[in-house]
């Protein structure tokens, strides 16, 4: 064996031997500091606001960003309200129409933030979602939501209700260090049980363990 090779094989195994080491926290995202303040910061919401939207749009559901959804989505909405998901959501043509360029104007493809941009990515040019909870994106970031945290928990029924596990929804801010699930906790993987109360900038399960470890 050369030299060269003794001394490769060496260095290998130091380098493998210290990541094993620390595998828990570099493993973990949740002890990622920059990665946490920097979500803490993304939000969706666009700088104009619209009294006219945030009034008729919130009746039914929370109200949705318009960043989360690209124009021709909302084109094709805002075209056939009086049948919106089996319900009737027709409004007067004058507030439609402003409304509908509101979220055209400040849609996904217009305003610049992290969520807007990968679901762009997601969805093909010629496909209009209508749902943002239908898109890969969407459920790549909810892979770890099982059916039974939603459907089957009375509390939360539908996964369209962001507002449920995202407290700050109508800020604009979806921080995933900061979801609390209706009868659920999370203590490394989410388990069945009397959630936590949430109290503004506080991090949940996991998180809190981890920070109290350091
Ligand atoms: C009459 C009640 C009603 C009104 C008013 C209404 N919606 Fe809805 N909307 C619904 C229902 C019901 C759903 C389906 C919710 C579910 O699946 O849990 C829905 C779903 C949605 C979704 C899909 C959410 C997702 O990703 O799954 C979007 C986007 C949406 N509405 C936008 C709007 C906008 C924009 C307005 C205002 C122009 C509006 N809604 C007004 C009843 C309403
Ligand atoms: C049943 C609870 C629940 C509901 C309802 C829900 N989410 Fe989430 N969401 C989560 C969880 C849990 C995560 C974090 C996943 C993880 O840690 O990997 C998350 C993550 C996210 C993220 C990524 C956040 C980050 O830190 O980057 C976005 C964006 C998001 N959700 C948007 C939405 C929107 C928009 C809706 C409504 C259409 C919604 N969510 C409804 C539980 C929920």
Redesign the pocket.
């Known amino acids: 064996m050369s030299k060269k090779v003794f001394w490769g094989i060496i260095i290998g195994i130091i380098v493998f031997a210290t990541l094993a080491a620390t595998r828990s926290a570099w493993m973990n995202?949740d002890n990622l500091t920059f990665l946490r303040s920097y979500?803490k910061k993304?939000n969706?919401l666009p700088e104009e606001k619209n009294l006219t939207f945030e009034k008729s749009c919130s009746a039914c559901h929370?109200l949705?960003?318009p960043g989360?959804l690209p124009a021709r989505s909302w084109k094709v909405m805002m075209s056939g309200l009086s049948n919106h998901f089996g319900d009737n959501a027709e409004m007067e043509a004058k507030n439609r129409d402003e409304v509908s360029a509101y979220l055209q104007r400040n849609a996904a493809d217009v305003v610049e933030n992290?969520?807007s941009e990968q679901l762009l990515l997601s969805i093909k040019p010629d496909e209009s979602p209508l749902?943002?909870?239908d898109t890969s994106y969407?459920k790549l970031?909810?892979?770890?939501?099982h059916p039974d945290?939603?459907i089957g928990?009375p509390d939360?029924k539908?996964?369209?209700?962001?507002?449920?596990?995202?407290k700050e929804?109508l800020e604009g801010r979806?921080?995933?260090?900061?979801?609390?699930?209706?009868n659920?906790y999370?203590e490394g993987v989410?388990k069945k049980g009397v959630a936590r109360p949430y109290t503004e900038g506080e991090n949940t399960g996991a998180v809190q363990g981890s920070e109290q470890r350091e």
Do not use: E, G
């Open positions: 995202i979500i993304v969706i929370t949705y960003a989360l992290i969520y749902r943002f909870t969407f970031l909810h892979d770890i939501v945290m939603v928990n939360v539908s996964i369209a209700r962001c507002d449920v596990c995202h929804t979806y921080n995933r260090f900061a979801v609390q699930i209706p659920y999370k989410w």
